[in-house]
């Protein structure tokens, strides 16, 4: 959620902060600040509450300079939205400052504590409890890294820090306790950078190292010393991230969520190309190291994930249990641990996270590790938490995703999850070579089919203009498409704010179907497939009461068209691959329809990218 910069070098720091922060702004935040030691040898602070252009018209008003510093964009765990509460947060003596993402358990303890030492506090955060901890420890005659380190040996919870001194300012100490989030350290010439995410800092860097659990860095413009919080070094490998900076920008879109959208035929290109062999009709996934034997071993698979990835693992579900003939399950990571879940050893649970720094996907990551099953993630960033801790690993390849609302990562996602039941398919004997050929072959065309959705637009706006009024909305799917159906009304809901709800097709006479009236729309996933004659009974009860029905149909399809008021046509493909197809349109209406309303389609209200907090 939280988004962390930090720079130490020759160039303005101020300038170089802010454009990182603003290259992190699709976390969702409600604040913003920066701290930087300015050429008198004082910590100057500028904070301010909204958008971040209000901190730019801050500091042009109010200026700081210094060539050492560290910004933040705050979503409020700890006190309401306000300068005060705003990072980053300095002590009674203003020698440290210090920037922070995650929770600190035992805040209110070490507060009580301090305040009875005459600590007066200026904010509600849990945050300032640390910074005073720090100052407690400079003023008994420690150094900034000596006293970070005893400070942090009071805190609990998962959460990651960054500290600036006064006293030292050549220097920033970056610290990370449990799954609050990553810590990246960028390589320049001459100067270093800090980022809670790649995006951030990927203009001035591609050579970066990520600071693990319970691991603190040392970082000056010469480069960054990394050490466990008890002082051991530990050799950190530099990894070169390829992509590229332009990507990040979403010109010439009107926002990122439509340029996410409208990459997706390539995304999915990315996500086969190099894993599905056409040629010799295999799959190969190089970061999976499973034998056959460990493969016909396995007992079950359990996806976890959160929102929208917890839909691509529904939809895991149905082409893992086909193609490989696995029992599949599907948990909430912010479930799993809770229920004392049956894993062990001849178990496998997979994560799906696109910015594999989720923190409830990494505490179900830990629940399964500490049961001893074998870990895997399919992970869109790089380096991430939930790919370094994994057993095998599947890479999006989506490129940066800035919009909140994920597009291009969930049908990566479900890509990936194909070419994983090919490939366990293969291994566990239930795809002899022949069948494994024809299901590589099926991956040929799907970025055509995407491309193709695409090239629509035109009913999407006739759409949004006849029901952006509407208050709710219902989307009914059956089989690997109701999974489908729950992300559709996802996206209308996360982006539009209008009330949504996916169901089960068959499910809609329980329940539902007492809703149906001419006011409210309901979206049917009506392709041509083996429950394609449930669907149209699903359709006709609909309109026998009055409602209004948009079906989503497979091209060709001349008969659907008098039954529905609105339809929107799709490619056919073979089953197991049409949701990456069907979802699209979905993406496109729920976009159409949140941009009609004048909504902010790229950062809705309430929600963050990245969730570093339980």
Not at 372 to 384: D, E, K, P, Q, T
Not at 541 to 554: D, F, N, P, S, Y
Not at 561 to 566: G, I, L, P, R, T
Not at 586 to 604: F, S, W
């Amino acid at each position: 959620m939280c988004g962390i910069v930090g720079y130490v070098g020759v160039q303005d720091a101020p300038s170089i902060i802010l454009d990182g922060l603003k290259r992190l702004e699709y976390r969702g935040y409600d604040s913003a600040g920066l701290a930087v030691v300015q050429l008198d040898g004082t910590i100057g602070v500028r904070r301010e509450v909204g958008k971040l252009i209000k901190l730019g018209e801050l500091v042009a008003a109010e200026p700081v300079t210094g060539q050492i510093g560290i910004g933040h964009t705050r979503w409020a765990t700890h006190g309401e939205p306000s300068q005060r509460n705003a990072h980053p947060h300095v002590g009674t003596t203003c020698e440290v400052a210090v920037v922070h993402n995650g929770i600190i358990e035992n805040f209110l303890a070490l507060r009580q504590e301090l305040e009875a030492e005459g600590c007066h506090f200026t904010s509600e955060t849990d945050t300032e409890v640390v910074v005073h901890l720090v100052e407690r420890y400079l003023s008994n005659g420690a150094n900034l890294e000596t006293a970070v380190r005893q400070a942090l040996t009071r805190v609990q919870g998962a959460n990651a820090f960054v500290f600036l001194c006064c006293h030292e300012p050549d220097r920033l100490i970056v610290a990370r306790i449990g799954n609050a989030g990553g810590i990246t350290i960028g390589f320049g010439e001459g100067e270093m950078f800090v980022a809670s995410d790649i995006p951030a800092i990927l203009e001035h860097t591609r050579d970066m190292i990520f600071i693990e659990d319970r691991q603190m860095a040392i970082v000056t413009r010469e480069g960054a010393q990394v050490t466990t919080l008890a002082g051991e070094a530990v050799e950190a490998n530099v990894h070169a991230i390829p992509w590229d900076p332009i990507a990040a920008a979403k010109e010439p879109y009107r926002h990122f969520m439509q340029k996410e959208i409208y990459e997706q035929a390539r995304s999915v290109t990315d996500a086969i190309r190099g894993r599905a062999d056409f040629e010799a009709g295999q799959v190969r996934l190089e970061q999976f190291t499973l034998t056959q034997k460990e493969a016909q071993a396995l007992e079950k698979i359990i996806i976890v994930a959160c929102g929208t990835s917890a839909y691509a693992g529904l939809v895991g579900k149905f082409i893992i249990e086909s193609l490989a003939r696995i029992p599949v399950e599907v948990d909430y990571g912010s479930e799993f641990r809770y229920r004392d879940p049956i894993v062990n050893g001849n178990a496998a649970v997979l994560a799906i996270t696109q910015s594999g720094e989720t923190v409830d996907t990494l505490a179900a990551m830990e629940e399964a590790r500490g049961k001893g099953a074998r870990l895997w993630s399919i992970v869109n960033v790089i380096g991430s938490q939930a790919m370094r801790i994994s057993d095998g690993v599947i890479l999006m390849h989506a490129g940066p995703e800035i919009g909140v609302a994920s597009t291009k990562a969930f049908t990566a996602s479900l890509v990936d999850l194909y070419l994983l039941g090919c490939y366990l398919g293969k291994l566990r004997g239930t795809l002899n070579d022949s069948q494994l050929r024809k299901q590589v072959d099926q991956l040929a065309r799907l970025p055509d089919f995407v491309g193709h959705v695409l090239e629509h637009g035109d009913e999407y706006n006739i759409l949004a203009n006849e029901f952006h009024d509407r208050e709710h909305f219902l989307y009914l799917g059956r089989g690997i498409n109701y999974p489908i159906a729950l992300e559709g009304a996802l996206k209308l809901k996360e982006i539009s704010y209008i009330h949504a709800e996916g169901y089960p097709a068959g499910e809609m006479k329980h329940g539902p179907i007492a809703l149906i009236d001419e006011a409210m729309p309901v979206v049917a996933i009506a392709v041509r497939d083996h429950v394609y004659d449930k669907m149209i009974s699903q359709i006709e009860q609909v309109k026998a009461r009055g409602g209004i029905v948009i079906a989503l149909a497979t091209e060709g399809d001349t008969d659907i068209a008098a039954k529905v008021d609105h339809v929107l046509f799709v490619p056919p493909t073979t089953p197991l691959l049409s949701p990456v197809i069907n979802v699209v349109p979905l993406q496109l209406l729920a976009y159409h329809l949140a941009v009609r309303l004048g909504c902010d389609v790229d950062q809705p209200r309430n929600l963050a990218k990245s969730v570093t907090v339980e």
